[in-house]
C-alpha cells in the first residue's frame, strides 16, 4: 500500500540552526501539507502547497519557515533558525483527489527537538 | 472561521465497555468530517469519514454519524479492546478549503 515517508524520524539540533525535514508523498498525489504537534497539544496547520506553490498557510508559518518540492518527489520543508518552540513532531501529508473530499494521507512524522 | 471542539481526555475504560467520544464543528458550508486516530509513536490514520449530512462512517467496529441539525460528530463503538487505545482526532474539511482542522484530541485509555 502506498504511504507517505518522512525523514529523519528524530533530529536533534541546537537554537538558531537551520532544520530541513523531507517527506516523499505518495508519487499520484497533488496537494501536500505540513502540520505539527506540540507535545500534548493539538494537531495545527502549517501550509498547503499545490501546483508548485503555497496554496494557503497559518500565522505559524512566518518567515523563518518555507517549503519545496525540488525534484518532483520530495517535499521539505525548512527553518530557517530554529527556536525553542519550534520542537514539535512535524507531519507530512498528502492527497490526490478534489481539495474538499479527499481524505490526506499521513507520514509518521519527524520529531525535531531544540536545545 | 472552522473549528472542532471534542470533548476532554483521557477517557479510561474497561475492555469491553461501550465508548462515545463527542466532537462537534463550526464551519461555514457543507465541510467533509474525519475521524483521525494515532497509537503510541505512530502517526495519524485515518479511522473514518462522511461528507455529507446523515453519512454514517464506520471503520473497524467504530461509527460516527453527520449530524447537520446538532453540528456532531460523535465516534461511538460497542465494545473497546485495549487496542484501541490511542488519541482520537475529530477533523474537518470545510469548503473550498484544502487543509484538515483537527480538534484538541481524546486520549483513550482501554484497560483488562
Known amino acids: 500500500e502506498p504511504e507517505v515517508t518522512q525523514t529523519p524520524s528524530h533530529q536533534v539540533t541546537q537554537m538558531g540552526q537551520e532544520v530541513i525535514l523531507r517527506c516523499v508523498p505518495i508519487s499520484n498525489h497533488l496537494y501536500f501539507y505540513w502540520y505539527r504537534q506540540i507535545l500534548g497539544q493539538k494537531v495545527e496547520f502549517l501550509v498547503s502547497f499545490y501546483n508548485n506553490e503555497i496554496s494557503e498557510k497559518s500565522e505559524i508559518f512566518d518567515d523563518q519557515f518555507s517549503v519545496e518540492r525540488p525534484d518532483g518527489s520530495n517535499f521539505t520543508l525548512k527553518i530557517r533558525s530554529t527556536k525553542l518552540e519550534d520542537s514539535a513532531m512535524y507531519f507530512c501529508?498528502?492527497?490526490?483527489?478534489?481539495?474538499?473530499?479527499?481524505?490526506?494521507?499521513f507520514g509518521e512524522g519527524s520529531r525535531l527537538t531544540v536545545l | 472561521g472552522n473549528s472542532v471542539t471534542q470533548m476532554e481526555g483521557p477517557v479510561t475504560l474497561s475492555e469491553e465497555a461501550f465508548l462515545t467520544i463527542n466532537c462537534t464543528y463550526t464551519a461555514t458550508g457543507y465541510p467533509s468530517l474525519f475521524w483521525y486516530v494515532q497509537y503510541p509513536g505512530e502517526g495519524l490514520q485515518l479511522l473514518l469519514k462522511a461528507t455529507k449530512a446523515d453519512d454514517k462512517g464506520s471503520n473497524k467496529g467504530f461509527e460516527a454519524t453527520y449530524r447537520k441539525e446538532t453540528t456532531s460528530f460523535h465516534l461511538e463503538k460497542g465494545s473497546v479492546q485495549v487496542s484501541d487505545s490511542a488519541v482520537y482526532f475529530c477533523?474537518?474539511?470545510?469548503?473550498?478549503?484544502?487543509?484538515?482542522?483537527f480538534g484538541t484530541g481524546t486520549r483513550l485509555q482501554v484497560t483488562l
Open positions: 501529508a498528502s492527497s490526490g483527489v478534489g481539495a474538499n473530499t479527499g481524505e490526506l494521507f
Open positions: 477533523a474537518l474539511r470545510a469548503g473550498t478549503a484544502s487543509k484538515l482542522t
